[in-house]
């Protein structure tokens, strides 16, 4: 069985830093052709891919939106995956969520579908005050 755990969230202060964690649990992070992508969410919007990692290339996607200001990286000892977060703004208020993509589906990683993703973490909340 699949699961992810998220830890990290918190309040900060805009510009400040926070760094979630997502620990892996019966999904490789290593195998070729998976990968993991964090997506967020706030009240009244739809889920939003934040920030992608495919296993064993090297290969990274980000939104627009947190461009230069967030880093996702992985842990493959420890099976963790980070989401460093700088220069945090108001509008990066959300739920944040993991998620395990099914393999070969990285073209597909924007969306959030369960054609896409299989398992989800329980989220965790990040709020970001003026």
């Known amino acids: 069985e699949v699961r992810l755990v998220e830890s990290g969230g918190g309040s900060v202060q805009a510009g400040g830093s926070l760094r979630l964690s997502c620990v892996a649990s019966?999904?490789?992070?290593?195998?070729?052709?998976?990968?993991v992508g964090w997506f967020r969410q706030a009240p009244g919007k739809e889920r939003e891919g934040v920030a992608f990692?495919?296993?064993?290339?090297?290969?990274?996607d980000y939104a627009d939106s947190v461009k230069g200001r967030f880093t996702i990286s992985e842990d493959n000892a420890k099976n963790t995956l980070y989401l460093q977060m700088n220069s945090l703004k108001q509008a990066d208020t959300a739920m944040y969520y993991c998620?395990?993509?099914?393999?070969?589906?990285?073209?597909?990683?924007?969306?959030?579908?369960?054609?896409?993703?299989?398992?989800w973490g329980q989220g965790t909340q990040v709020t970001v005050s003026s």
């Open positions: 998620a395990a993509g099914r393999p070969w589906q990285w073209a597909s990683r924007r969306s959030p579908a369960a054609a896409v993703y299989h398992t």
């Open positions: 019966g999904y490789s992070t290593t195998a070729m052709g998976n990968f």
């Open positions: 990692i495919l296993a064993g290339s090297g290969a990274y």
